[in-house]
């Protein structure tokens, strides 16, 4: 079975719709992808156990770096055939594995990821 990478700060145990939307790709990537997850703390327990789950502290100010060294050292050790992120946040993580692999990536973008009036996100994230 192929693998696939995702990455996001938006899971369970963080609650909204952007969470309950990661979290049934992941159940639904898991049927068709060894798949691993980088999440925040307390996520793990909210997965099957076929799932790899990486938790880290849920602060983005911890997460978003954390997150980018996390996936750029498991791009280079795992095959992915597919690394996605959650929120444009995850996009420089996502961008930079899914470059140094040739791995075929994908972000979600929610409403405000997109309009969000922050020159430092819309140049770097979106």
Do not use: C
């Amino acid at each position: 079975m192929e693998r696939a990478l995702l990455i996001s700060r938006n899971m369970p145990p963080l609650i909204g719709g952007m969470e309950r939307l990661i979290h049934k790709t992941a159940k639904i990537l898991s049927k068709h992808y060894q798949l691993s997850l980088i999440g925040p703390k307390g996520s793990r327990a909210y997965f099957d156990e076929g799932i790899t789950v990486y938790e880290l502290p849920s602060s983005p100010m911890v997460f978003i770096p954390t997150s980018l060294l996390l996936a750029l050292w498991l791009a280079s050790t795992r095959k992915f055939r597919l690394i996605i992120g959650g929120s444009g946040v995850m996009a420089p993580a996502v961008v930079a594995a899914s470059t140094m692999t040739n791995t075929t990536s994908v972000v979600f973008l929610h409403g405000l990821d997109i309009i969000a009036n922050n020159f430092i996100y819309q140049r770097i994230f979106v």
